[in-house]
């Protein structure tokens, strides 16, 4: 396969809204409905002016949605259909499958594809470690060499080997665990025994990372198993392999590679975005190539080339969850979150949008048209018709990099500058709230936190985490989330698009415990930090899930004894809903604030919502308004509170 082509680039056209779509009356008010984010306003605005079309226009064509599809009940597993269940005498499926079957081998399918897609990133990363130790990739380096013995001796890894051999054993011990030799994960050791002994009960201890997804997809196929409860226990467990699997392996992995991310300031929003600069996005996922990115901009060479086409420099910035990783290890200005993605294009000051996979939506190549930002997918595993493709893998990564950077810098002599709106006031935040960081940070270890929620002046902890989704008024889920429950001296850790959400509203600077209660103000502001912690990308809630089980080691109890829960309010994808299940899984209850297609089955949501709570600890809640959602989640910490007789 080349590792470089143009794919049908001419057919790519500009994807325009008519005229009518907009009128000088019209615009604030739709505009107000589409976003809370001040700078996203600003350029959405500019952009329905110009007409060039975004999530948001398509998620109006789309209206009204289809109500079987919606709530689970339509079928397109097989070629004897496709079937919906409609009520009166069609409750079946050609194949027999009623509501509840339908309903829960699609949310297993969903469960599938999100365990499929975090773990696949981790895999790529951990693959990156092997071709480091073996000095195959020589632009890579282990960054945090503690971290790497810390999880050598956790996979019993003499501690006398050299570094390299010490990194090569542990990237082959981490890789046979997406196989099927080891029958345990290692990491899922870290919670508490009865915790694991609940999995052992309830039947969803991951055997290993791919088999529990390979089996999940095996399951959804016609004709393997008609019970819906023992369905969606595959589900659990497919999630759990993710969690405490493939997922917890992206991040401890990009921390060895990369260093693991301490407490630090970075700036947020459209505004990052600089006028005079070669602005390059960099989205997607995955830490692997934007590090060498970051790396290559630093080159002389590169600064010089900018300035011989008029530019002050390069402006790297991130988007989603690369931007998350990136503003956590090295402080690069974060952009925005998923919803923010056009709009970065149709600011008409982007040189270059570099991606690699996941949430990107498969139109940028359309909105690009109509500027001149170019886009370069560098996965083989995601290529889009009008991008440009550079295959990037550990080995090209530097050299890849350093000809991107050259593309983008060559670029800028094409903008107009007559079409360019760049927002004024990028929000500062801190991040960089690793494990590690706050322990640190605390002197060394978790208990005084322990302590503070012990003694009641913070009650318990809430993560928030998750996407966007047009469905909601971007941010305003996340934003009015955090700021109820840090009112009742919740803290709130986050990761993925929410913790963007939050940096941007100015939830991440230490002065926003103003609008956090005594206690939670009094802990936050004698340590100096904020209320709403950012702790990383989507990958990254496995610092969340490893945070819990610390504290429940710490108090020595279950999971989900502690007084904490997890919540996603503007959830869009299925990585999310894998997410939401391994928190469950385990142990910590998850309110979503999008209803997931589940509701064709009374019996789907009644496991859900409530009798999982039994052998798992944990259930979901839905609730769409996030100040009810707070009230809720509040009830529950002062409930696990009261049960701990604290
Ligand atoms: O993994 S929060 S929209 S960018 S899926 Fe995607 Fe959702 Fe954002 Fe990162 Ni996570």
């Given amino acids: 396969m080349s590792d470089e082509e143009e794919l049908e680039i001419i057919s790519i056209e500009c994807l325009k809204m008519s005229p009518e779509h907009v009128t000088p009356e019209n615009i604030d008010k739709k505009v107000n409905d589409r976003t809370i984010d001040r700078t996203a306003k600003e350029v959405l605005k500019k952009t329905m002016l110009e007409g060039v079309e975004t999530v948001w226009d398509r998620y109006d064509k789309q209206q009204p949605a289809c109500k079987y599809c919606s709530t689970g009940v339509s079928c397109q597993r097989c070629a004897m259909g496709p079937c919906r269940i409609m009520g009166g005498d069609r409750v079946r499926g050609v194949c027999g499958a009623d509501a509840d079957l339908m309903v829960s081998r699609n949310l297993l399918d969903t469960l599938a594809t999100g365990a499929a897609a975090h773990s696949d990133h981790g895999r790529e990363v951990v693959e990156t470690l092997l071709m480091t130790a073996r000095e195959e990739s020589p632009s890579y380096g282990i960054g945090d060499p503690v971290k790497l013995r810390k999880l050598a001796k956790e996979y019993g890894i003499h501690a006398s080997l050299p570094e390299k051999k010490m990194a090569e054993s542990l990237a082959l011990k981490m890789l046979d665990e997406y196989g099927t030799s080891c029958g345990v994960l290692q990491m899922a050791k870290r919670v508490p025994q009865g915790t694991y002994d609940m999995w052992i009960a309830a039947g969803v201890l991951p055997r290993s990372i791919d088999r529990e997804i390979v089996e999940a997809m095996h399951r959804v196929h016609m004709g393997v198993g008609a019970d819906y409860k023992n369905i969606l226990l595959q589900g659990i467990r497919a999630s759990l392999g993710d969690g405490w699997g493939g997922s917890m392996i992206g991040t401890e992995i990009s921390d060895v590679l990369f260093g693991t991310p301490d407490i630090r300031r970075g700036k947020v929003n459209l505004a990052v975005l600089k006028k005079d600069r070669v602005n390059i996005s960099l989205h997607g996922h995955n830490p692997i190539l934007s590090e060498m990115i970051v790396k290559a901009a630093e080159l002389p060479e590169m600064k010089e080339r900018a300035k011989a086409v008029g530019a002050a420099g390069i402006n790297l910035v991130g988007l989603c969850c690369t931007g998350n990783e990136l503003l956590m290890r090295k402080g690069i200005p974060q952009a925005g979150n998923h919803l923010d993605q056009e709009l970065v294009i149709t600011s008409g000051a982007l040189e270059m949008m570099v991606v690699d996979y996941q949430c990107i939506f498969p139109t940028l190549t359309n909105t690009a048209a109509c500027y001149h930002t170019k886009v370069v997918t560098t996965s083989p595993k995601a290529k889009i018709p009008g991008a440009k493709y550079m295959g990037v893998d550990p080995a090209n990564a530097f050299e890849q990099s350093k000809r991107m950077l050259e593309m983008a810098i060559d670029n800028y002599p094409n903008r107009n500058k007559n079409r360019m709106l760049i927002p004024e006031g990028p929000m500062e935040a801190m991040v960089g ?150 928190f469950v899984g385990s142990g910590i209850s998850v309110m979503l604030g999008v209803m997931p297609k589940i509701t064709g089955s009374e019996n789907v949501v009644q496991l859900l919502t409530e009798d999982i709570e039994g052998p798992l600890g944990g259930k979901f809640w839905v609730e769409t308004d996030p100040k009810r959602a707070a009230a809720i989640l509040f009830d529950h910490i002062e409930m696990k509170r009261k049960a701990l007789n604290i």
């Fill in 433 to 582: 709230f690793s494990v590690e960081s706050i322990s640190a940070a605390l002197g060394g270890s978790l208990k005084p936190l322990l302590d503070t929620i012990l003694s009641g002046k913070i009650r318990g902890c809430v993560g928030i985490v998750g996407c966007n989704n047009p469905k909601v008024k971007h941010d305003q889920g996340h934003v009015v989330l955090a700021q109820e429950l840090i009112k009742r001296d919740i803290i709130v850790v986050e990761t993925g698009c929410a913790s963007i959400a939050c940096a941007k509203a100015g939830l991440m600077l230490p002065e926003a415990i103003e609008g956090a209660g005594k206690g939670l103000a009094e802990v936050c502001g004698s340590l100096g930090i904020p209320p709403v912690l950012h702790m990383g990308s989507c990958v990254d809630n496995t610092r969340i899930l490893n945070l819990a089980a610390e504290l429940a080691n710490l108090a020595g109890v279950r999971m989900d004894q502690l007084p904490v829960a997890g919540a996603a309010p503007e959830w869009y994808s299925p990585k999310a809903t894998t997410i939401a299940s391994y």
